[in-house]
């Protein structure tokens, strides 16, 4: 990840003996907030993991996998929080020993001098929204899995992933799939049942997949078998193609597959939801706040690190500078989550002004990192 931030500023800008060296001044403190923060997000996991094992007596292979799966979402939060603290106190260090004081003696401006580490704030914060966007919602999904099929025993057709819906002329027909492609909005390996008014079976249908096209569900490659009330059965194997109507839209699948909860989804799939008007004034409003949150706070990254910067200008030549460093770093860290708490209520009150609201924390820490790092460079 690191040589990633190296080599795209590498790219943008002349890479010098200074960007190296700064960047490698943060390197260390960054890989220890990275640690030390994931430890802290690690032990509620591994308390859940404990739990699972004693209480529901999962296996031990797949409580592990569980908290595995469970880090990528952790580590979203962590790296602002990781950047903060690695560049306090390297920033702390450079102060203290006076190296700032000696580069800005030999003609180079402050700009310059903190230029590599706002850019590292920049390319994390790329990095960062691509793993929320990409890895977390795979996660998720390797995570229900494991938890459904193996610790709480629930069969393969996973009930989110089954809808039952009532037949024009009376009865029922059950649809199950195992699996759902957001991207291609195809249910895969489905079995549909229908049954009489006596809950009998009258049809089974196998299918390999099920795409929604044109607001209609068609099977491929459908195998179908129809039970006759005097008992016979006919068969039609590999039928190409087949429309059916399955009683929900992929919008309300992934509505139950998220339960109901937009944070588990990516902005793509919150964006869908949003657009099939489906939803409640209510839900509305949680899922387009929640869109456009998900794009400002990866951000946090360079917001943290613009700020951490004239915090971190406040040498501490004793040998507290690493735990003074990691409280400042959480109270910054909480200042900001409590400024997000805020303005995601007011988003969700005025959801016209969502877009705005969103990006308030961000917005503001910048106005105020601006403001000391100015100060800073005259100094």
Not at 114 to 125: D, E, K, N, Q, R
Not at 268 to 296: C, D, F, H, M, P
Not at 364 to 378: Q, Y
Request: contains cysteine.
């Amino acid at each position: 990840m690191w040589r990633v931030c190296e080599f795209v500023i590498s790219q943008r800008m002349k890479f010098t003996i200074l960007d190296r060296y700064m960047l490698s001044e943060l390197a260390g403190p960054f890989v220890f907030g990275l640690a030390a923060f994931m430890l802290i997000f690690a032990a509620t996991e591994l308390i859940n993991i404990a739990k699972l094992v004693s209480n529901e007596h999962a296996p031990l292979w797949a409580a592990l996998l569980v908290f595995a799966w469970s880090l990528p979402a952790d580590i979203v939060l962590v790296i602002p929080m990781a950047l903060l603290l690695g560049t306090l106190l390297a920033v702390q260090r450079l102060s203290g020993e006076s190296e700032i004081t000696a580069l800005k003696a030999a003609g180079i401006t402050f700009a310059r001098i903190v230029t590599p580490l706002l850019a590292v704030g920049i390319v994390m914060s790329v990095v960062t929204y691509f793993i929320q966007e990409a890895l977390v919602p795979y996660a998720n999904d390797q995570l229900t899995a494991i938890e459904d099929t193996v610790i709480n025993h629930v069969s393969a057709f996973n009930r989110d992933l089954t809808v039952s819906a009532p037949l024009p002329g009376g009865g029922r027909q059950v649809t199950i799939a195992t699996a759902y492609q957001p991207n291609s909005r195809a249910l895969l390996h489905v079995t549909l049942i229908q049954y009489d008014n006596h809950n009998d079976p009258r049809q089974i249908v196998f299918a390999d997949r099920a795409e929604f096209t044109a607001d209609k569900w068609t099977l491929q490659n459908a195998s179908v078998y129809r039970f006759n009330p005097d008992g016979t059965t006919l068969s039609e194997p590999n039928v190409p193609q087949q429309e059916v109507e399955i009683g929900e839209k992929p919008t309300d699948l992934m509505k139950r597959m998220s339960n109901d909860d937009p944070e588990n989804m990516s902005r793509n799939e919150i964006a869908e939801v949003v657009r099939s008007g489906q939803l409640t004034e209510n839900e509305y409003r949680k899922y387009v706040t929640t869109y456009q949150e998900k794009l400002a706070r990866p951000f946090a990254c360079f917001v943290f690190i613009l700020i951490a910067i004239p915090f971190g200008l406040r040498a501490i030549r004793s040998g507290s500078s690493a735990s003074l460093g990691f409280g400042l770093s959480l109270a910054i860290v909480f200042v900001y989550y409590v400024v997000m708490t805020i303005c995601s209520f007011a988003a969700e009150a005025f959801v016209a002004l969502a877009v705005l609201w969103a990006w308030v924390p961000n917005i503001l820490f910048t106005a105020i990192g601006l403001s000391r790092l100015r100060r800073a460079a005259v100094v």
